[in-house]
């Protein structure tokens, strides 16, 4: 009989700390350039600090109205890039959560 409590304890427990871990929060990457438009609708590019040019895209954000500006986007950069057929480098994709303007100017 105390066995079966003994059991049944340990198995009360291990399902309580199995539903009481709370989920990841997810972690954002941040990268900061000036906006362009890609060459088709609703692409956009960002070439980052790194020299690296990203294309950017969103579902929540209207990025059109950040052209031209120097902007920082907060969102996911993809594991898996495209290659600029031009020059042969990688271009990031990256999912835009958040856009806040950043400072400097950009080059017309």
């Known amino acids: 009989m105390t066995r079966r409590l003994v059991v049944l304890a340990i198995m009360m427990v291990a399902s309580v700390l199995a539903f009481s871990q709370s989920p990841k929060p997810k972690t954002y990457s941040t990268i900061t350039g000036c906006l362009t438009s ?3 609708p609703d692409e956009y590019h960002l070439v980052d600090g790194k020299g690296v040019t990203n294309i950017v895209y969103s579902v929540k954000v209207h990025l059109d109205s950040y052209v031209g500006q120097s902007v920082t986007l907060t969102g ?14 990688p271009m990031p994709h990256f999912r835009v959560e958040e856009v806040k303007a950043a400072s400097g100017s950009c080059k017309k």
Do not use: E, I, L, R
Not at 76 to 89: E, I, L, Q
């Open 76 to 89: 996911d950069k993809s594991a898996m890039p495209s290659t600029d057929t031009g020059t042969g480098k």
């Open 38 to 40: 890609g060459s088709q």
